[in-house]
């Protein structure tokens, strides 16, 4: 099953999404768009966790 999130799906004003087969390869995804355009969020455990919550299964 596919899994998905978007920036929307924590709140956030930004139209970025990703979908992957698997969660460790979507977070892969989140990080990097994390890194890269919001570094205003510290990933850590609790972020890290939090995310995870808002994956969707398609």
């Known amino acids: 099953m596919t899994k998905s ?3 929307k799906d924590a ?3 930004c139209n970025w999404s990703a ?3 698997s ?3 979507l977070m892969s995804q989140v990080t990097e ?3 890269a355009e919001h570094k205003e ?3 850590n ?3 890290i ?3 995870k919550s808002l994956i969707k299964d398609d």
């Open 41 to 43: 969020i510290k990933l």
């Open 11 to 13: 709140g956030k004003d």
């Open 5 to 7: 999130i978007s920036c």
């Open 33 to 35: 768009h994390v890194l």
């Open 23 to 25: 969660v460790e390869e």
């Open 49 to 51: 966790t939090s995310i």
């Open 45 to 47: 455990s609790d972020s």
């Open 19 to 21: 979908s992957a087969e």
